[in-house]
């Protein structure tokens, strides 16, 4: 008995880690170089036209920013624009951060790797200040079961891929400039 007990156990780790298994595709279309950050940490430089595809970063990866082109404060304080995830048992809520009085340091997209169908698996891109499809703090999940399965799409700035096995594809400066200053 504690032989199946183990090897249940191990399943379910196993099917754990396949729901999770995301890729995430990053994407330097900025006129210079940038500094990745994933969740608080560097991920070193890309190049422009450089991309780097990370994976194993599980539900709670953090998020993905640059502190290039004005990205932190002379005082240390992050006003990057972000692109951040939540995943519930079945699917993936993606959105964008930008600080609210701030000019934004980078255009920033998120690409799901479905096709877009009746509001879900939508592109998230925010590429000038004071866009409407990004949050200016950070969203709270308190959702403790997930909406209907029949329900509509969430309006933006928050974004939803009813698809389990979702990649996305953040691709920095989508437009290849930096954004307009204030």
Known sequence: MPRIIHLLAQLLALSVAVVYAQTYIVRNNCPRPIDLFIGEASEGTLNRGQRVVKTGLGPDAGFFYTTT?????????????????????????????????????????????HPASSGFCTVAACEKSGCDTAYTFPPV??????????????SPPLYQCKEPRTNFTITFCPSGRWPKKL
């Open 141 to 154: 999940f308190h959702s403790p079961v997930p909406p209907p399965a029949d329900g509509p799409a969430p």
């Open 69 to 113: 082109n004005g990205g932190k404060t002379s005082s240390g304080q992050l006003v990057a624009t972000r692109a951040g995830f939540y995943f519930e048992p079945n699917y993936w809520y993606y959105y964008l951060v930008r600080d609210q009085d701030q000019a934004i340091n980078t255009g920033i997209s998120i690409k799901p790797n």
